[in-house]
C-alpha cells in the first residue's frame, strides 16, 4: 500500500474510501467473482469508426486522399485528446508471482509518500495509490492515458524493484475501469486473498487510506469506497492450520511454540495457537510492551517474553517457529540455524519454520538443511484447499453487495464526464462576455466612473449567469439515478454540438501538457 504529500485525485479516493468503510446489503444481481485470484481480461475498444477513416471519393484521386489522410490524423488525434481518463491497477499478487519477485517489489509504510509522489510525477498520472502486502503489490491509478500510463507505471516498478520490464510483464496483472473497480471490491471483501474471505486485507486498506489523508497524489476523488463485508479466516489462522498439518498428530500438545513478532499478525498467531489449544509459549520482541498487552488479555495462557537479542537461544529451544516482523532482511540464515540444537523427537527431530511475512524473515537457503522444514506465505495454499467449499458459499453471498456497491460507484464516475463540458461552456460564454465588455466600453469613452464600469460588468455577468443557469442545471447529476444520469449524458453531448465544445483542448490534453511542462522546469 501507498501514497505522496496531500490526498490528490478524488476519484481514487473516493473508491478506497469506498471500500474501506461502507456496509450494506443489496440483492443486486451479482456478478461473477474471480475468487480463485485470475484477474478478468477487459478489452480495450477504439472508439474510431470505420467511417472516421473511409471517404467516399466524390472528387478527384488526389483530394481524396488528402481528405482520407487528414480524416484520419483527427480520428488519431480526438482518440488520445479526448480519451477519458482511466482508474488501472497494476498488480502482482500471490495468485500470479512467487514469493521472491514480492518481496522485491515490497514497499514499506514509511516508504508510500515519496511512492505516490513519485507516481504522480509520471506525465501521464493524476493519481496514486499503492497496496504493498505480503501477498500482494497492486498499483491503483488514474491514468490520462491508458497505455501511456501503464508504460510509465512499469518502468517506474522495474526502476524502483530492479527487476526488468520483461520479467515483471510475465507475473502482473492489468485491470482497467470497472474491472478495476470490481477488483478493489473483492479485495477488500477478502475475496481475492489466498485464504478466503480473511479479514485482515480490510484493515490494511483502510491504512493506506488513513496514511494517504494528506497526501498530494493520492487518490482524493476516485480511488475512495466499500464494505466491510468480512469473512473471517486470515493467515493468522492459516499458518496456525498449516504447522499443525506438518506435526504429527502425537505432538500436537507437546510441541514447543515460538513466535517472533507482536505485532497484529504475531498476535493474531498467538490467539490462534491459543484456540488450537495451546497454553505455553515463548514471544520474541523488540520491547516487552505488546507482549505484557496480549499476555493481559489472554490470562489463562503463559506467555514467555524475550528479547531480540535472545531470539536465536530461543529459536534452539523451540520445534515450531512463526516469524511476521517487517524486517526487510531476513532474521535466520543457513549460518544461524545449522548449529541450533535439534527440535525434539515428539515433532520428529525436524524444527519448522513458518514465514508469514514479506520480505521474508527466513532465507531461503535455510531450506537446504536436512533438519529443517521452511514453509513461507505461498505455502499456505496447502490450508486454503481445506474448507474451500464453504468459504466459497460464503463468498457468494458477498457478491451482491459488491456488485451493487461497484454501481453506485461506477455511475457516479460517469456523472463526472459532464464537468469538462460545464467547464468548457462556462469559458465559451465567458470569453464571449468579455470580448462584448470590451467593445461596450469602447464606445462609452474612457471618462465613464469606476462605478458605471462596474455596473456595465455586474449586468453582463448577470445576464450570462442567467443564461447559463438552465443548461447548467441539466448537465448536473449525483449519479444515484440511471435514468437522470442517462438525461444528463444526452444533454451534454448536445451542448458540446450545439457550441461546437468538441474544439476547445481537451482537459486531459491541458492536463498532460501542465504536467510536461512541469517535469521539465
Given amino acids: 500500500m501507498a501514497v505522496s504529500t496531500t490526498f490528490s485525485g478524488a476519484k481514487l479516493e473516493a473508491l478506497l474510501l469506498k471500500c474501506s468503510s461502507s456496509s450494506r446489503g443489496s ?7 474471480s475468487v480463485i485470484g485470475k484477474p478478468r481480461k477487459t478489452l480495450i475498444r477504439c472508439d474510431a469508426q470505420a467511417s472516421d477513416v473511409l471517404v467516399k471519393s466524390d472528387g478527384p484521386s488526389n483530394a481524396s486522399s488528402l481528405s482520407a489522410l487528414e480524416q484520419l490524423k483527427t480520428s488519431a488525434a480526438d482518440r488520445y485528446t479526448k480519451e477519458r ?23 514499506p509504510e514509511a516508504e508510500w509518500p515519496r511512492a505516490i509522489a513519485e507516481l504522480c510525477s509520471l506525465n501521464h498520472i493524476e493519481e496514486a495509490a499503492v497496496l504493498s502486502t505480503c501477498n500482494r503489490m497492486e498499483i491503483y491509478v488514474v491514468a490520462l492515458s491508458q497505455h501511456r500510463g ?21 507475473h502482473r496483472f492489468l485491470l482497467y475501469n470497472k474491472d478495476a473497480t470490481q477488483h478493489i471490491f473483492e479485495v477488500s471483501a477478502g475475496l481475492d486473498s489466498l485464504v478466503l474471505g480473511e479479514g485482515q486485507i480490510l484493515a490494511q486498506v483502510k491504512q493506506v487510506v488513513k496514511v494517504g489523508q494528506g497526501v498530494n497524489g493520492f487518490g482524493e476523488e476516485t480511488l475512495v469506497g466499500y464494505s466491510s463485508m468480512q469473512l473471517l479466516l486470515g493467515k493468522g489462522s492459516a499458518a496456525v492450520e498449516l504447522a499443525f498439518m506438518k506435526l504429527p498428530e502425537a505432538s500436537h500438545d507437546k510441541a514447543r511454540m515460538l513466535v517472533i513478532g507482536a505485532g497484529k499478525m504475531g498476535k493474531l498467531v498467538i490467539k490462534h495457537l491459543v484456540a488450537k489449544g495451546c497454553t505455553k509459549m515463548v514471544v520474541v520482541n ?30 534452539g529451544e523451540a520445534d515450531v517457529i512463526f516469524t511476521s516482523t517487517a524486517s526487510e532482511n531476513p532474521l535466520f540464515l543457513k549460518d544461524h540455524v545449522k548449529d541450533l540444537p535439534s527440535a525434539s523427537q515428539d515433532v520428529g527431530g525436524h524444527r519448522i519454520f513458518i514465514d508469514i511475512s514479506v520480505p521474508r524473515n527466513v532465507g531461503s537457503c535455510v531450506s537446504d538443511l536436512e533438519s529443517v522444514r521452511v514453509y513461507n506465505v505461498d505455502d499456505l495454499k496447502e490450508v486454503v484447499a481445506a474448507n474451500k467449499e464453504d468459504r466459497l458459499r460464503k463468498a457468494m453471498e458477498a457478491q451482491a453487495i459488491i456488485a451493487e456497491e461497484s454501481k453506485q460507484f461506477e455511475a457516479w464516475r460517469d456523472s463526472l464526464e459532464t464537468v469538462p463540458t460545464i467547464k468548457k461552456l462556462r469559458a465559451y460564454a465567458e470569453r464571449i462576455r468579455a470580448a462584448e465588455l470590451e467593445k461596450c466600453l469602447g464606445k462609452m469613452g474612457d471618462d465613464i466612473s469606476k462605478k458605471t464600469r462596474k455596473a456595465v460588468d455586474d449586468l453582463s455577468r448577470g445576464i450570462v449567469n442567467r443564461l447559463l443557469h438552465g443548461p447548467m442545471q441539466h448537465l448536473r447529476c449525483d449519479g444515484s439515478d440511471s435514468r437522470t444520469l442517462s438525461e444528463t449524458l444526452e444533454n451534454m453531448h448536445a451542448l458540446n454540438r450545439m457550441f461546437s465544445l468538441e474544439t476547445e483542448i481537451s482537459v486531459l490534453e491541458q492536463k498532460i501538457r501542465a504536467k510536461v511542462e512541469q517535469n521539465q522546469k
Avoid at 440483492?27 to 467473482?33: A, I, K, V
Avoid at 481518463?85 to 514497499?107: D, F, N, Q, W, Y
Avoid at 523488540?286 to 529459536?315: F, N, Q, W
Fill in 27 to 33: 440483492s443486486s444481481s451479482p456478478t461473477h467473482l
Fill in 85 to 107: 481518463s482511466s482508474i488501472v491497477v497494476i498488480g502482482l499478487s500471490v495468485h500470479t508471482a512467487p514469493v521472491e519477485m514480492r518481496e522485491k517489489l515490497a514497499i
Fill in 150 to 170: 501503464v508504460k510509465e507505471v512499469m518502468e517506474w516498478m522495474s526502476k524502483t524493484s530492479s527487476v526488468p520490464v520483461s520479467e515483471l510483464c510475465q
Fill in 286 to 315: 523488540r520491547t516487552e510492551e505488546r507482549v505484557a498487552a496480549i499476555r493481559e488479555e489472554l490470562k489463562d495462557v503463559e506467555i514467555i517474553y524475550k528479547p531480540l537479542s535472545e531470539m536465536l537461544t530461543s529459536a
